[in-house]
């Protein structure tokens, strides 16, 4: 086997393009998922309930995303706010692969039943899932998104029915 120095093996840093966001993030299985949306929109809400339900915390208000893979900013890493008990650290992800975008909008703005097909995030090109952040199936909607995105479960194109010949 060829010997490959690791100076070979890095990607070239020459056309890195690296983002700062007002954003949190978590990972599921190697998995990231940016949490984008206005201050009060329940993004470190819905990172807290990410949690329980086993994600990885890997950012909490500050996101890094470099050639798609997400880290906290420096200062910030292994930190989440907790409202109403303060800042806590916490065992944290370093970095993932982020594979989805979620935004995070107020919860008197209607979101669409059958969104666009394919949605991309404006900021990212992820895939992205709209939602309430404090609704009470925000956790579950975000998993089964990502289940899709990782062959766990099938979105089916819109307007097709299973059985449907028509």
């Known amino acids: 086997m ?34 984008f ?6 993004k470190s809400d819905l990172l807290l309930r990410l949690l329980g339900r086993g994600h990885d915390l890997v950012a909490d208000d500050r996101v890094e995303l470099t050639d798609g893979v997400a880290c906290a900013s420096e ?6 706010e907790v409202r ?12 993932v692969r982020a594979v989805l975008a979620v935004h995070l909008v107020p919860a008197d703005t209607p ?5 666009e097909e ?7 090109d992820l895939p992205l899932l709209r939602l309430h952040g404090l609704h009470v199936s925000a956790p579950e909607r975000v ?14 194109p819109q ?6 010949d028509g």
């Open 2 to 35: 060829k010997d490959v120095s690791v100076q070979q093996r890095l990607p070239s840093t020459e056309n890195v393009t690296s983002q700062h966001f007002h954003a949190g993030c978590s990972a599921r299985n190697g998995a990231g998922v940016l949490i």
């Open 37 to 42: 949306g206005p201050p009060g929109a329940g």
């Open 75 to 80: 200062p910030l890493r292994g930190l989440i």
């Open 84 to 95: 109403g008990w303060g800042i806590v650290q916490r065992a944290y992800l370093p970095a």
């Open 111 to 115: 979101i669409s039943r059958m969104p």
């Open 118 to 124: 394919n949605a991309r995030c404006p900021l990212t």
């Open 143 to 156: 998993d089964i998104a990502l289940d899709c995105l990782t062959g766990r479960a099938l979105l089916l």
């Open 159 to 164: 307007g097709c029915m299973p059985g449907d």
